[in-house]
């Protein structure tokens, strides 16, 4: 079984900083997926990263991916209130499960 | 439709009794994805489907839950004599194969009193 975990769990912080949120995961993934939920919300799709060394970015979000490390990353640049969110990462393994981590809960103050 | 539906979005129930929950899936997705999230965590895998056919259900817990998509559609949740550990947030998301993204539902609150 795929193994997904992320850190932190929390975080907050200033509008305008600069943060990482990492995702390890434990055996092979074929791709990694990057969530956002609203408290209260159902999931919505950020990103999808289809191999090794993929990069993408959305506004002040950038994911990417190292299959080698078996990390990937959400990088926020210059933080605002409404990124505020809980951001989860997924992966899937051959069988085409999905299998999520626990969750990192972003608070971003002024 | 326009996105994942699903129904009811809230059920209260007493332990013991059955309940179905139903998910209506994008038009068109082939695959169907069952979760269950409880507070503070993440989705965990139940089961999904690629058209009518159930790929995988080595997520559900036991042989309490079972789930069908007799059409290729709509699909169906159910869980027989429900205990109070059942209770969770249900999500259902599809998604087309070849490493596309997976759209959820708003989810169905289960309460098992």
């Known amino acids: 079984e795929l193994k997904v975990e992320q850190n932190p769990l929390f975080l907050s912080m200033q509008e305008g900083k600069n943060y990482t949120i990492y995702c390890n995961y434990s055996?092979?993934?074929?791709?990694l997926y990057w969530y956002r939920q609203d408290p209260g919300k159902s999931l919505e799709s950020l990103f999808v990263?289809?191999?090794?060394?993929a990069v993408k970015q959305e506004g002040r979000l950038m994911a990417s991916l190292d299959t080698k490390a078996r990390l990937s990353t959400l990088h926020i640049t210059a933080a605002v209130h409404d990124l505020s969110a809980t951001y989860f990462c997924?992966?899937?393994?051959?069988?085409?499960?999905?299998?999520f981590g626990t969750g990192t809960s972003l608070t971003v103050i002024p | 439709g326009a996105g994942v539906s699903q129904s009811p979005r809230y059920k209260v129930t007493k332990r013991g009794q059955d309940v179905a929950l139903r998910c209506d899936p994008i038009?068109?997705?082939?695959?169907l994805y069952w979760y269950r999230q409880a507070l503070g965590q993440g989705p965990e895998f139940l089961t999904y489907?690629?058209?009518?056919?159930?790929?995988?259900k080595s997520g559900l817990p036991n042989d309490r839950f079972s789930a069908e998509r007799p059409e290729g559609s709509i699909s169906t949740l159910t869980i027989q004599r429900t205990e109070q550990r059942d209770s969770a947030m249900y999500r259902c998301?599809?998604?087309?194969?070849?490493?596309?993204?997976?759209?959820f539902g708003p989810g169905t609150r289960l309460l098992v009193l």
């Open positions: 998301a599809s998604s087309n194969p070849g490493g596309e993204t997976q759209y």
């Open positions: 990263l289809l191999s090794n060394g």
């Open positions: 997924a992966g899937t393994n051959t069988g085409n499960q999905f299998y």
């Open positions: 038009s068109g997705h082939v695959s």
């Open positions: 055996t092979t993934s074929d791709r």
């Open positions: 489907f690629n058209y009518e056919a159930q790929q995988d």
